[in-house]
T-cell receptor
């Protein structure tokens, strides 16, 4: 079945540091890929998405490129802020019943001033 | 615009008591609906999803059930809660148009079982 693997946290950074969160996937078909963010005590928010190979999703300074050859969708941000402290989830959905999402385990990011 | 509402936001229940969590979506028709559970410090587990009224698919065997009595209403229930039912429950919806639609999440219900 489908699966998503992302680096375990927590990841602790200083403000303005470069952030990378690795995400790789296995899928039987041609999935769409997503990054979601969960701020403390809140639900999940869609951060960005990519629906085909070489697509780059971007939002709020975050970027991720759909790499079919390496089955990866790594999240990057060039200069993090304290407000970026959150849990980040990589996910995929396939053209199966109901657009079900398969999530990675989440990566907690803590940005210190 | 579309919105999703979940309630209650927080719930403390004794073991063996019943449960009913409600989720409603506004501003869209015939959405796909989902219930997830997030255990403390862990990822999300899909519990149920629904592609239409009265259509429920269960992803994992458990103590919970789901119902969809109306197009934009999704209810998570239990007759007798267990300690292991504690967690953060999230409802989500997505458009049923195409396979690339993102899911949109509610703010969640934090359930503590005593």
């Amino acid at each position: 079945g489908d699966s998503v693997t992302q680096m375990e946290g927590p990841v602790t950074l200083s403000e303005e540091a470069f952030l990378t969160i690795n995400c790789t996937y296995t899928a039987t078909g041609y999935p769409s890929l997503f990054w979601y963010v969960q701020y403390p005590g809140e639900g999940l928010q869609l951060l960005l998405k990519a629906t085909k190979a070489d697509d780059k999703g971007s939002n709020k300074g975050f970027e991720a490129t759909y790499r079919k050859e390496t089955t990866s969708f790594h999240l990057e941000k060039g200069s993090v802020q304290v407000s970026d402290s959150a849990v980040y989830f990589c996910a995929l959905s396939e053209k199966a019943a109901g657009n079900k999402l398969t999530f990675g385990g989440g990566t907690r990011v803590l940005v210190k001033p | 615009s579309q919105t999703i509402h979940q309630w209650p936001a927080t719930l403390v229940q004794p073991v063996g008591s019943p449960l009913s969590l409600e989720c409603t979506v506004e501003g869209t028709s015939n959405p796909n609906l989902y219930w997830y559970r997030q255990a403390a410090g862990r990822g999300l587990q899909l519990l149920f999803y629904s592609v239409g009224i009265g259509q429920i698919s269960s992803e994992v065997p458990q103590n919970l059930s789901a119902s969809r009595p109306q197009d934009r209403q999704f209810i998570l229930s239990s007759k007798k809660l267990l300690l292991s039912d504690s967690g953060f429950y999230l409802c989500a919806w997505t458009s049923n148009l195409g396979s690339n639609q993102p899911q949109h999440f509610g703010d969640g219900t934090r359930l503590s079982i005593l």
